[in-house]
């Protein structure tokens, strides 16, 4: 089983360490000006979902779980690890080297394709990253949906992270996913279509 995480754009500019791009990585790091100290990403990325994940007050085992079995998509590596260290960087998929979007560099459709080949993938990737993904050599493919007093959660990161740190805290497989519950959230249903499966998560919103 593979985690899909996503990147963000909102970072922290601080680091600890200096840092050596890849060789892969050095026309864009020329191209956006890219540099200075590194810090590893689950601390650099900022938005809802790296914030709701609190990485590092995990228990290392559950570190060490989540770091293993995760694809972190990122516009300055490609696919990368959660504790790989990156600089500060404010560009996006979309923006362009040489007249190149990032996304086409990376080849980022035959990267995750070949990536995500034969495996049961857990995507927790927003709509325009879902996009970027080539799921076809997959052999299954998880998404999460939210609702709360029976209307659809548009802005789900929080509950995304939430539901990884579950699936990792409790060493889930994916046969026992309908025991998934955080906050007053629980699987209401599962809707099935060939290889692709959507957990369908049900709350009062009592919390968040």
């Not at 809802?48 to 559950?62: A, G, N, R, T």
């Not at 493919?141 to 699936?167: P, W």
Request: proline share 4%; aromatic share 14%; hydrophobic share 40%.
């Amino acid at each position: 089983m593979l985690f899909v995480l996503p990147s963000s754009k909102r970072q922290s500019k601080m680091g600890k360490q200096v840092w050596m791009p890849r060789e892969e990585s050095k026309r864009l790091v020329e191209c956006f000006d890219v540099g200075g100290y590194a810090l590893p990403r689950y601390m650099r990325f900022k938005n809802y979902f790296w914030d709701s994940l609190e990485f590092w007050v995990l228990p290392p085992p559950v570190q060490k779980r989540i770091v293993e079995n995760s694809l972190v998509l990122c516009p300055l590596l490609g696919l990368a690890k959660v504790d790989e260290p990156i600089p500060y960087y404010s560009f996006g998929w979309e923006d362009e080297c040489k007249g190149v979007k990032v996304k086409e560099y990376w080849r980022i459709k035959e990267r995750t394709r070949e990536a995500l080949k034969d495996r049961d993938i857990v995507l927790f990737v927003g709509r325009k990253e879902l996009a970027l993904l080539d799921t076809s050599l997959a052999r299954r493919v998880v998404r999460f949906e939210y609702y709360k007093k029976g209307k659809k959660v548009k802005n789900d990161q929080r509950h995304k992270a939430y539901t990884l740190r579950y699936i990792a805290e409790w060493n889930l497989k994916l046969e026992d996913f309908n025991k998934i519950n955080f906050f007053d959230y629980q699987v209401a249903d599962v809707v099935e279509k060939g290889k692709n499966m959507i957990f369908i998560l049900h709350a009062e919103g009592r919390y968040i």
